[in-house]
């Protein structure tokens, strides 16, 4: 069954650190996202993309937050200068259509920032 | 941000019983409710879902019921099994948006 991957698993960085978070989304599916959830809190919808353009983000996803598919499998979360405050586990999504339909999961890469 | 609520963070349930885990949402725009099944340290997975014009939608030992008056929503699991034990996110999206807004989970426990 297709599943969503995501690497690193577990990435460990430095306040101040650029990282990137690496998603391979279903393969026929168009429309990607990616959410996060602080040890304890909710799950947070972090953006929205879908032909190579963000459709919504939310207020946590300021400018140190950028996306990008720089090819036809890779989708990527940059965190430009990371904060103790982003320490948290980030999950990668995707759906074929978008609006009205499941989202589909990645496995998350734990992040904490030291 | 409250839009959607799960008053219970937890539960426990004999195996062989029925589990019921509930949650309200405030937002009479959503259209489109989804139940997700997590363990720590893992993606959520995906149980079932519910579009706003039906008000029950079943598969195997999962029913989700949908009471758009009470903005209610509840998953019913029956028969549990230790398996099940694990926490579980009620998530609703509308049709303007695909961002799916999650409540707070509720962990479930299935005793043997």
């Known amino acids: 069954e297709p599943e969503v991957t995501q690497t690193p698993s577990h990435q460990v960085t430095q306040m101040g650190q650029e990282v990137i978070l690496r998603c391979v989304p279903i393969?026929?599916?168009?429309?990607f996202y990616w959410y996060r959830q602080i040890l304890g809190q909710k799950v947070e919808f972090l953006v929205s993309?879908?032909?190579?353009?963000?459709?919504?983000k939310s207020e946590i996803f300021d400018d140190q937050f950028s996306v990008e598919r720089p090819d036809g499998s890779n989708f990527t979360l940059k965190i430009r200068s990371t904060k103790l405050e982003d320490s948290a586990m980030y999950f990668c999504?995707?759906?074929?259509?978008?609006?009205?339909?499941?989202?589909?999961f990645g496995p998350g890469t734990r992040l904490l920032v030291l | 941000d409250q839009q959607v609520k799960q008053n219970s963070p937890s539960l426990s349930v004999q195996e062989g019983r029925i589990s019921i885990l509930n949650c309200d949402y405030t937002?009479?725009?959503?259209?489109?409710f989804l139940w997700y099944k997590k363990y720590p340290a893992e993606g959520p997975t995906f149980l079932i879902s519910i579009s706003s014009i039906k008000d029950k939608n079943e598969d195997g030992r999962f029913t989700v019921f949908l009471n758009k008056s009470a903005k209610h929503l509840s998953l019913h699991i029956v028969p549990s099994q230790p398996g099940d034990s694990a926490v579980y996110f009620c998530?609703?999206?509308?049709?303007?948006?695909?961002?799916?807004?999650f409540g707070q989970g509720t962990t479930l426990q299935v005793k043997p």
């Open positions: 937002n009479s725009m959503f259209d489109y």
């Open positions: 993309f879908y032909n190579n353009e963000i459709s919504e």
């Open positions: 999504a995707s759906t074929i259509q978008g609006r009205g339909e499941t989202q589909y």
């Open positions: 998530a609703a999206s509308d049709s303007n948006t695909g961002k799916l807004i």
């Open positions: 393969s026929n599916h168009l429309y």
